[in-house]
């Protein structure tokens, strides 16, 4: 089956291995000794990337850099989500300046005109569920794209740079990169340029530094526009983005997860009714369509939603994992003993997760009331 990649649409069976030619990006290995510490790097669910060697040597050196991303203020917090989240905390943890942009300014030109419906989500779903997942503040710039910083200095020198961008950008090449346009799409797609640039501004890190953009292999067109037109403007000597590029986590109902769609993903606020509910009914299953037959030949783990979820993080053990699908792989696990696995191993995760973000609201609750965000 053929497959469409966009950053608004995903479709058909992605071939992962072709998207590294067509898009000429690079197998990532050869990693620092300290990434052998985060599954989605162990397990290559991070598996590509862009001029990472940089990042390598700044981690291996001990070297200031920073990470930037974005999230989209719309629906619930989900269990895909929180791929990017471990992935935030980690490069936290490995000494990263955190940029994390609130794109409300696109969401509201490409899905929803109440700003103030997003900035809710953003803080109670969004922000929220990064404390309570591990997100450190002290060393994080938490914005939004619609009001950058309360600093002036540094407010303008972030929309300039948008604006600045926009010269070094051509109509033919928003074509090219996004296909259909709108001056919506051109707008964000600067906008999104100068989030992932200006960390190297005189105005916040003081000065040029490798910067790292973790990212779903859809958003790629946003690294190319912002890579190709940071080499053209003189006026600032920006050190070249690095990117790196995970797999989709499958939905429930196979597929890419959807915010739209509450039976393709868990919810970080489901309950365990609810979360047994989805994953008995919904997850899709890799087991043959008899039980003699399953016995005989078989389950697939590959297209096993249940086994998916578990190896995307909720079983960090990799011996424990490789049990489980040899077992299942065998025949001697059945796809509905797979799927009780992950039910529980999700709301020890959930039950966990959910003592945390008590104390998460409290620090955002905090935030609000003195108007730091």
């Known amino acids: 089956m053929t497959f469409k990649i966009t950053p608004w649409e995903v479709t058909g069976k992605v071939d992962y291995d072709k998207l590294i030619k067509e898009f000429g990006l690079q197998p990532l290995q050869n990693l620092p ?9 162990r397990r290559k669910i991070v598996f590509a990337h862009r001029d990472f060697k940089r990042i390598s040597e700044a981690i291996e050196n001990k070297k200031p850099f920073a990470m930037m991303t974005g999230l989209m203020p719309s629906g619930k917090f989900h269990f895909g989500h929180k791929m990017v989240a471990d992935q935030i905390i980690f490069y936290q943890s490995l000494g990263a300046k955190i940029y994390l942009a609130v794109a409300d300014l696109e969401a509201y030109n490409s899905r929803n005109p109440d700003m103030k419906e997003l900035r809710k989500t953003a803080i109670k779903e969004y922000l929220t569920n990064y404390l309570a997942l591990g997100l450190k503040l002290k060393n994080c710039e938490f914005y939004f794209q619609s ?7 540094k407010s303008n020198a972030y929309y300039s740079l948008a604006n600045m961008l926009a010269r070094h950008a051509t109509f033919n090449e928003f074509k090219a990169i996004y296909g259909e346009i709108t001056p919506g799409k051109m707008s964000s797609g600067l906008l999104q340029a100068a ?9 916040f890190e003081g000065k040029s530094l490798p910067v ?3 990212v779903g292999v859809d958003q790629d067109p946003h690294l190319r526009l912002a890579r190709d037109i940071s080499q053209r403007i003189k006026v600032f000597k920006f050190i070249q983005l690095s990117s790196t590029y995970h797999r989709f986590i499958p939905g429930l109902k196979s597929g890419k997860m959807s915010s739209s769609d509450p039976t393709s993903y868990i919810a970080l606020t489901d309950n365990p009714e609810e979360t047994a509910k989805k994953i008995r009914k919904y997850a899709f299953s890799g087991g043959q369509p008899t039980l003699e037959e399953h016995r005989k030949k078989g389950g697939n783990p590959e297209i096993d939603v ?3 979820m578990l190896k995307y993080g909720l079983e960090p053990d990799d011996k424990k994992l490789e049990q489980i699908k040899e077992e299942y792989e065998s025949g001697k696990m059945l796809s509905g003993e797979l799927k009780e696995i992950l039910i529980e191993k999700m709301n020890q995760f959930l039950k966990e997760h959910n003592k945390q973000k008590i104390k998460a609201n409290k ?3 905090k935030l609000e009331s003195s108007g730091e965000i």
Do not use: I, T, W, Y
């Not at 009001?147 to 200095?153: L, M, P, Y």
């Not at 989030?195 to 105005?203: G, V, Y």
């Open 33 to 41: 000794k300290q990434f052998n510490n985060c599954s989605l790097f």
């Open 306 to 308: 249940s086994f998916q």
């Open 147 to 153: 009001h950058r910083s309360k600093d002036g200095v």
């Open 212 to 214: 790292v953009v973790p």
């Open 363 to 365: 620090v955002v609750e």
């Open 195 to 203: 989030d992932m640039l200006h960390a190297q501004l005189p105005e």
